[in-house]
């Protein structure tokens, strides 16, 4: 399997604020991997307020039950991560082992174990022997330290070919404030291993229903307009943390909270980017920006359609502005569109017009767009005021060579 | 671009029986290959019924619309198929050329325009110049025969690697009756080219209305079952038409066409799964039965979210039988499921039961299903009685290479 640095990866990684009030800790647990930190401890000192959005699967792994189940009460005391195991399609023993891992958890952290909460990425279908994970938490305990973002985001990962994380503060009345996140994620479901996770935490205190309406809000334009290969996991967990000294904002539509909601929606926007950077095999971030259509979801339907289409990945990856597989795809989408109004444009070159291509672009000009690591391709259906941005990659062999040339 | 013919090509092609009553040219008309021919003409001697399936895209192609403008009359006197280009996406251009390839096409062959079929298939977004169709169309007329059933088949070939032809005959009060068909397809879009054209006469007489009922009820577990990349064209058009001396059958429930029924079905599979062996870099043929879904629909999408899930396809060209990505796949369809009733067997070994693996399945018999060319995949839901089957092939390097390797 390819171990190769994706080309679009960062070039540095931002310096992680500490945040008092939570501490990490990473060791090698030895789940799946050898030499490598596989399971990541985050404590709060004091219980935060906790919000959560999960796969929309059917069939959806025995963490992410867990997680839902204990959402409600919006309180967690520590978040406990494997990577190698999605401990996915366990049937009866995967609950075992959720169980396991929270009791065990909540005995070394001395709480209950509904403040625990979950999340596993790795293999899907083979059990995660959890039986001693108290020893490997109380490990992790003695390890915690508020300065353990970077090896979170390394113990998380699996197929990633590099961590991922992202800060920024605000200010609140003149007091300053910060947020910091770590995600993984490489496909939306990753060879024989899963998942996109990530962990947001803000030392601003706000009440969960609050963290809960905004998680679920910016989710939309953010985790979920990022597509690799159309594949949904059946572990995908965002969880958002808060905890703080302040007085816990309890109003959505308070103005304290304007500038925390901006900075929340940009570090899920660039965790977002760096997922679909890394996505596997990539070569090219790709912006599908569709305006023009009916409505805001028929303008996110056709987006996805044409984000997720193998031909116009990989006219991509050949670097083709090839605008008749866009028609194509926006045919495919069954949302309303004309062929007669459609537009198309590759960067700020418009290549179709009215159904017909454009007689006199420049087909140098649109090479050099294509040729660059980030292309914009917009879409204006010409019928409505919806519109909708989804992100995605080029579909190359290395995609192929990933999810394929093994055999377990 | 790979010429390589598929590794699943058929090793011979059938005899296609003379059905006297329709005839076939195919000429070189330099549309956009060289050396080859890329017009054909079927034209029957008095006009023929005639019923039509068309692509469910938003954005057809011009001969598309023109089809189904005139299909409500049910009679077609000829059909004008070209190649290299699928007049799609070419606005107000694309409604002319159709025009004039019917104009031209009704004076050579003396009849109306309505009773002129088309069907193209190639470039997206390139005008077809028809300016000089009624000169080709004359000189294809002057070559007509009985016998042109494969050159035809060759005619519309765009990516394929081979082309297609199926026939079987039936017998009715003792009297015996054939079906011809050829297609053409390699991805449900292939590169710059488009399309799946299906092409089927029978020397039965049976009313129109009666063929269309037929048609677009066969077509759901035929054609429509078939899925390469997920991708539909602009153009896909599947045409049956009927002629012959009998009495027009009329009664789609009489006792005399049900030996028809079986071969215009059997016919349509036999072509389905020509287009499938023939899909872009295909090396397996896959064939996903899903059963215990709560509906027929139900079952049908749960399938085809498999059949087009690009990690499942990837695993397959890896001969990894790998079950987690079949999960992950159900799960993503959003239709009904409960991951612990799943049971997903590779061939006949069964991998997964009650939402676990088999523990003492044979790794090595699974092996050696996912080495054979032609792989059958069961999930049961354990729902309800839904079922459906869904075929494709393996995305493997070559798919990538030949949508990929090369600009515009």
Redesign the interface.
Known sequence: MSVKISPLAPTSYPEMPILAGVRLASIEAGIKYQGRKDLCLIAFDKPAQIAGVF??????SAPVDWCRKHLSKGRAKAIVINSGNAN???????VIATKQTANAAAKVLDCEEEAIFLASTG?????LDASDFENKITKAYSKLSNEGWHEAAQAIMTTDTYPKLATKAFAIDGKQYHINAIAKGS?M?A??M?TMLSFIVTDLSVEHTVLQKLLSRYTKSTFNAVTV??????SDSVLLMSFGDNDTIADIKSLQIKTFKKALRAVMRELSMLLVRDGEGATKQVCIKVTGATSKQSARKIAKAIA????VK????????????I??????????????L?TISFGDIMV?Q????VPDYS?EAT?KI?QADEIDISIDIGLGKGKAKVWTC????E???I??????
């Not at 796969?55 to 959806?60: D, H, I």
């Not at 293999?123 to 059990?127: D, F, K, R």
């Not at 009215?354 to 291509?357: C, D, K, P």
């Open positions: 796969t929309k699967s059917k069939c959806p996915a399609f366990t049937g009866h023993k995967g293999v899907i279908g083979e059990p496909g479901i060879p024989d899963a290969d159309s594949d949904t996991s059946t997720d289409s193998p031909l990989t006219a991509i990856a050949g670097e083709d502005a090839n605008w008749g597989r028609v194509m795809a926006v045919g495919k989408a069954g949302e309303p569109a004309e062929r007669d459609l179709a009215n159904g017909e291509r087909e090479s294509m080029d579909l190359t062999k995609y192929v060579a999810n394929g040339d093994y055999r377990s």
